[in-house]
């Protein structure tokens, strides 16, 4: 079946430190993958998104990468701080799938250490 | 100035009992969603509609019963509440012009059933 997993629940780094999250998909190709925060009692809010036909994408202090070879995204968050501690959730549509219907990661919290 | 707004916020109630989730969003949008997330905070898609038409309905038990009185609003009624119903409920709206479905997500309904 197809599946979309984040497979650390957790992510504990040092202030400044570069974090690194994981999202890997199996059995299908997304044509995209998108990159949601979410606070404690909020709702998500959209990061970033990235096309299977781009290697990298940036926003500030936010990098993408997606490898279809070994089927990852990946989410770093550079000279991380205190406020960038949330979760982070992954999410793509399925192959053959309604643009409509995303599929959500169980999500990494990450946590900045001061 | 919300831009997606659900109400109410929290909800405790007992088994057997009706309610609703009231949402509304002021962007502009064509196409609204609940999602509800679990205590594992696995986020999954319940509904969709589009222009307040019926577009997604994912093997949701035939107790919740969605209503799209125009397109900026989409309300969630369930029925015979179960005490597995407890999660957050989450309405998202995306807008017409993307093909990748980037949500914008309210703050959360959280239902808690007794």
């Known amino acids: 079946s197809q599946k979309i997993e984040q497979n650390s629940e957790a992510l504990n780094i040092q202030e400044g430190k570069t974090a690194t999250l994981t999202c890997n998909y199996t059995?299908?190709?997304?044509?995209?993958l998108q990159w949601y925060r979410q606070d404690p009692g909020r709702g998500p809010v959209f990061l970033l998104l990235?096309?299977?036909?781009?290697k990298e994408k940036r926003k500030e202090r936010l990098k993408v990468t997606f490898d279809t070879t070994l089927k990852q995204s990946l989410f770093h968050i550079t000279a991380s701080q205190p406020a960038d501690s949330a979760t982070y959730l992954c999410?793509?549509?399925?192959?053959?799938?309604?643009?409509?219907?995303?599929?959500f990661g169980k999500g990494t919290l990450l946590t900045v250490n001061p | 100035d919300t831009a997606v707004s659900q109400t109410p916020k929290y909800l405790v109630t007992q088994m057997g009992n009706d309610k609703s989730i009231k949402c509304e969003q002021n962007?502009?949008?064509?196409?609204m969603y609940w999602y509800k997330q679990d205590s594992k905070k696995f986020l999954k898609i319940m509904f969709s509609?589009?222009?307040?038409?019926?577009?997604i309905n994912e093997t949701v038990p035939n107790r919740f019963s969605p209503k799209s009185p125009d397109k900026a609003h989409l309300n969630l009624h369930i029925n015979s509440l179960e005490l597995g119903d407890s999660a957050v409920y989450f309405c998202?709206?995306?807008?017409?012009?993307?093909?990748?479905?980037?949500?914008?997500f309210g703050e959360g309904s959280r239902l808690t059933v007794l």
């Open positions: 962007l502009g949008h064509d196409t």
């Open positions: 509609y589009n222009n307040k038409e019926l577009i």
């Open positions: 999410a793509s549509t399925k192959s053959g799938g309604s643009n409509y219907k995303l599929t």
């Open positions: 990235i096309r299977e036909n781009e």
């Open positions: 059995n299908y190709s997304p044509a995209y």
């Open positions: 998202a709206s995306s807008p017409p012009s993307s093909n990748t479905g980037e949500l914008f």
